[in-house]
């Protein structure tokens, strides 16, 4: 599992680059973290240039309410979408009352590792 919180200068291309690592290397790859795309956004050219990339390397998002107090769907979590080489993301849950200062909300979810 990989956590990530990339500046905005390098995002395109960095994940770009990790996304085509992770799926040449063994193991079942989890991505999680604050992608700072605005996933909710379809005129957002960005982001739907990220979503390409990712879908097009077999890549599943599953996160689908917003994440930022703003309304944005910021935070994500990416998985193989063939059930094969892929991890089951199951209980998700978007908590926007953390009791913290963050103006992103907590995400809660399960995976079945052994």
């Avoid at 605005?38 to 996160?63: C, I, L, P, W």
């Avoid at 009352?97 to 963050?102: M, P, Q, V």
Wanted: charged share 20%.
């Amino acid at each position: 599992m990989i956590k990530l919180l990339v500046p905005l200068a390098l995002e395109n291309t960095f994940y770009q680059y990790l996304i085509q690592y992770l799926i040449q290397k063994s193991g079942i790859p989890v991505l999680c973290g604050d992608f700072n795309f605005h996933m909710e956004n379809t005129s957002d050219k960005t982001a739907m240039n990220f979503r390409s990339m990712y879908e097009s390397k077999g890549f599943v998002q599953h996160v689908q309410e917003p994440t930022h107090k703003a309304g944005s769907t910021l935070d994500l979590i990416l998985t193989l979408d063939n059930i094969a080489d892929s991890l089951p993301v199951k209980n998700l849950v978007v908590e926007s009352d953390t009791g913290t200062t963050s103006d992103h909300s907590l995400i809660h979810f399960h995976l079945p590792v052994e």
